[in-house]
């Protein structure tokens, strides 16, 4: 089993920044990538950011220039760092990890831009 923990939701005000953190742990043997997805307020849940086990990422073009995602693989760790936040960007955000087989959802951390 793999278990998923984030952190670093909160209330921000409009071009403010957050860092928000996923730590994975159990058996993540076979990964493949670790990324952020968000649901905001009536909508679908969306794909943010990626992150994969080589390397690579990728970013929804409604982030791009804004988010950076970033992994320490020491800690099994995956951040996401929002930059220049916009009332648009709140939602609950959701860490997901892929692996060879099934994937993973964390709990949801919720992030509202507000002034």
């Known amino acids: 089993q793999v278990q998923l923990v984030e952190s670093g939701g909160g209330l921000v005000q409009p071009g403010g920044s957050l860092r928000l953190s996923c730590a994975a742990s159990?058996?993540?043997?076979?990964?493949?990538?670790m990324g952020w997805y968000r649901q905001g307020p009536g909508k679908q849940r969306e794909f943010v950011a990626d992150?994969?086990?080589?390397?690579?990422?990728n970013y929804a073009n409604s982030v791009k220039g804004r988010f950076t995602i970033s992994r320490d693989n020491a800690k099994n760790t995956v951040y996401l760092q929002m930059n220049n936040l916009k009332p648009e960007d709140t939602a609950v955000y959701y860490c997901?990890?892929?692996?060879?087989?099934?994937?993973?959802w964390g709990q949801g951390t919720q992030v509202t831009v507000s002034s």
């Open positions: 992150i994969t086990s080589g390397g690579g990422t």
């Open positions: 159990g058996s993540i043997f076979g990964l493949l990538a």
């Open positions: 997901k990890l892929q692996r060879v087989g099934r994937d993973y």
